[in-house]
């Protein structure tokens, strides 16, 4: 899943990194220049990329990692697991929570497809 060409590039002595999303389709790239130490969710808000479907988008935790609605996958550049749903996105496959992962290095993530919680615009 990690292959090359869709990897961002790095830049280890930058103040920010690139962030590569990726739409649920797989067609839409944005490249977002992300500072270190942002958490996804915060820096998918603030480009107007939602990582929420249409109904969670006001119906969600605010970033405190307990609505699991803000789910997101990474391709590569993936970061280390601090949080506990990370445990279970590792053992069953589930996305990660785009607000418990902060950005330090460069990354390529995926929105999902959201069916629960009503579908996407």
Not at 48 to 67: H, V
Request: glycine share 10%.
């Amino acid at each position: 899943m990690d292959d090359p060409e869709s990897r961002p590039e790095r830049d280890p002595a930058g103040p920010t990194v690139t962030v590569r999303v990726r739409d649920t389709d797989g067609k839409r790239v944005t490249d977002l220049s992300v500072e270190r130490g942002t958490v996804l969710r915060d820096a998918l808000l603030e480009a107007g990329i939602s990582p929420y479907a249409r109904l969670t988008k006001r119906a969600n935790c605010g970033g405190r990692g307990l609505c699991a609605t803000c789910g997101v996958r990474i391709r590569s550049g993936e970061p280390t697991a601090h949080h506990w749903h990370d445990d279970l996105a590792a053992r069953f496959g589930y996305p990660r929570l785009s607000c418990q992962i902060r950005v330090d290095e460069p990354m390529t993530v995926e929105l999902v497809e959201k069916t629960v919680w009503g579908g996407r615009e």
